[in-house]
């Protein structure tokens, strides 16, 4: 039987069995096109449901539709947490462009991957070895924002990041971040709000001075 699996990258083609492609890269065995083995105290129903999300977001993520189907695939891995199908997530990020959020999917890979018992392990060893390659080469790609107040901020200011809180110990450090277009607000206990929005390119490192609210509403401004 000829269902060989080459590992999933950024450029070039990918061969895969039109059948059981899913499957194989999902679980364990891509040793001699092994039949699929599923691991772990699933109910069937909940692993039928990764397996439909997984085959459909590599669907899409071969399609090119990343943002469909990288999402779909991370359902996938949280509702069976297959080391292959991390590793597929790592690489649809990265052909997304994602530098940042591949990175840390591939260092998640190899920690799981270097976890498991040897003879499993060894079913991984060489998405273990592409997976460092990988990380080799996106590192120096991950852009770095930097979030500074000019001024000391009042103790009930909260500022976000693309919706996500950022704590105030992070304030003033270099945070890892994909490239792109991001969203910034800064709000205060009153409801004042000021935005910011910044494009940062792969491997660039920012510092964005932060405004803060002045009170009455909200405000927009751009950094280049």
């Not at 189907?69 to 069976?80: A, K, Q, W």
């Not at 690489?91 to 990175?103: I, M, N, P």
């Not at 770095?144 to 009042?154: E, G, I, M, R, Y």
Request: aromatic residues 6%; glycine residues 10%; hydrophobic residues 40%.
């Amino acid at each position: 039987m000829q269902n060989c699996i080459q590992a999933v990258g950024p450029q070039g083609p990918s061969w895969y069995p039109s059948a059981v492609v899913g499957k194989l890269i999902r679980g364990f065995g891509a040793s001699a096109c092994a039949a699929f083995v599923m691991f772990g105290a699933v109910s069937d129903a909940k692993a039928q449901n990764a397996e439909a999300l997984f085959d459909q977001g590599l669907k899409a993520m071969l399609d090119g539709r990343y943002e469909t189907g990288c999402p779909d695939i991370e359902r996938s891995y949280g509702l069976d947490p297959q080391p292959g199908a991390l590793f597929t997530l790592a690489a649809c990020y990265e052909r997304w462009g994602k530098v940042h959020t591949a990175t840390r999917h591939f260092e998640k890979f190899v920690s799981v991957a270097r976890g498991l018992p040897a003879a499993e392990r060894a079913k991984q060893d060489k998405r273990i070895a592409t997976a460092n390659d990988k990380l080799s080469a996106l590192r120096p790609q991950v852009p770095t924002l930097q979030l500074v107040f000019d001024t000391t901020p009042p103790d009930d200011v909260l500022v976000t990041v693309d919706g996500k809180s950022i704590p105030p110990a992070e304030i003033g450090q270099d945070r890892p971040i994909d490239p792109g277009q991001h969203r910034i607000e800064v709000r205060t206990g009153d409801g004042a709000v000021e935005e910011v929005s910044v494009q940062l390119a792969a491997g660039q490192s920012r510092t964005v001075t932060l405004p803060l609210p002045q009170g009455g509403g909200a405000g927009e401004s751009v950094s280049d």
